[in-house]
């Protein structure tokens, strides 16, 4: 009878200290499966190696979705199906003042995509865009915001000193700039090395991320994609947190250091549609890992830049300090 005492009195003990240990780790569960999400795109090919890692590793608990539209994405995190999630920038300034801050920003992960597309020699800065047409896709879209500013700092007013068309998407931009039918384009990557791999004689007459950092300060980048998460999920998981995190960075890193390979992943999980286009195109797409912390100050500098041209571009009003996820 002592005996069979002790061994109940055991297993209690040690039913107690694994439920102690769990409580303790800080997550609420170690092993729920995280759903994540990228738009097609530039904004989600930094995630590709731990797309291509979580089929075969066990101790990865991510389910990856690429999206196609900003807005069938944008429904989805404010619904919460995914507790992670790779899109604009400012459309997370967006969603977090739509939803009284149900979601933090996490980390920059691409920089500036948009470079100005010449065939010719004429265009070499922005002055130099004076009395000329230049094609943008989408009136009212970041791009159009980030011109209007650059034009502006630069001395050239939108309204008066150039003609902008908007009458073209990405796409047919890009096939008409390379057909030269259009001289002058802004365009983001992959549009950018697909038109260039269609006509030789293009070239990028302006890197709009150094335009950017002429006005805005070096310390200030150009940020135009983000990894935002759903605040309650990252508070009551910070272990799985970092390990995101710390993977995702490891990720970030493989792609710029490993461009053919990633091409063939970025296409194979159905990011872009080309692999050779991907390969191509990330040396150019400035995929970087810019932790909460570091991304203050240029989604800060960017957000003001929007709120100043259109307030709803951002949400109506900037986030505050609560919009940033810091570990």
């Known amino acids: 009878m002592k005996n069979k005492r002790f061994i109940v009195f055991f297993l209690i003990l040690a039913l107690g200290i694994v439920t102690v240990s769990g409580c303790q780790s800080g997550d609420k569960s170690s092993d729920i499966t995280v759903k994540v999400a990228a738009l097609n795109g530039p904004t ?159 070239r990028i007459a302006l890197d709009v991320t150094k335009e950017w950092e002429k006005v805005a300060g070096d310390e200030n980048p150009l940020p135009m994609g983000c990894i935002v998460v759903q605040k309650d999920f990252a508070k009551d998981n910070p272990k799985i947190m970092k390990d995101f995190l710390d993977r995702y960075e490891e990720s970030v890193n493989w792609v710029n250091e490993n461009h053919e390979e990633a091409g063939q992943l970025i296409e194979k999980h159905g990011i872009l549609p080309n692999g050779k286009l991907a390969e191509k195109a990330i040396p150019k797409a400035n995929i970087v890992f810019l932790d909460g912390e570091k991304s203050k100050s240029p989604m800060n500098a960017f957000l003001e830049v929007l709120y100043e041209l259109n307030p709803a571009s951002v949400g109506g009003k900037l986030p505050d300090e609560a919009f940033y996820y810091t570990k």
Do not use: C, R, W
């Open 44 to 202: 989600g090919m930094g995630m590709v190696k731990m797309m291509e890692d979580a089929k075969d590793d066990s101790t990865y608990n991510y389910e990856f979705t690429t999206v196609g539209a900003p807005d069938e994405l944008s429904g989805k995190i404010i619904s919460g199906e995914f507790q992670i999630a790779a899109l604009p920038t400012n459309m997370a300034s967006v969603i977090y003042n739509k939803t009284d801050g149900q979601i933090q920003l996490v980390a920059i992960n691409t920089l500036g995509v948009l470079y100005i597309l010449e065939d010719g020699e004429d265009i070499q800065e922005i002055a130099d865009l004076k009395d000329k047409k230049i094609n943008v896709s989408g009136k009212g879209a970041t791009p159009d915001y980030i011109l209007q500013y650059l034009l502006k700092e630069n001395g050239l007013d939108a309204e008066k000193d150039v003609e902008i068309d908007f009458s073209m998407q990405h796409a047919d931009l890009a096939a008409a700039v390379a057909e030269g039918d259009v001289s002058i384009a802004l365009l983001p990557e992959p549009h950018v090395t697909s038109a260039l791999m269609k006509n030789e004689n293009l």
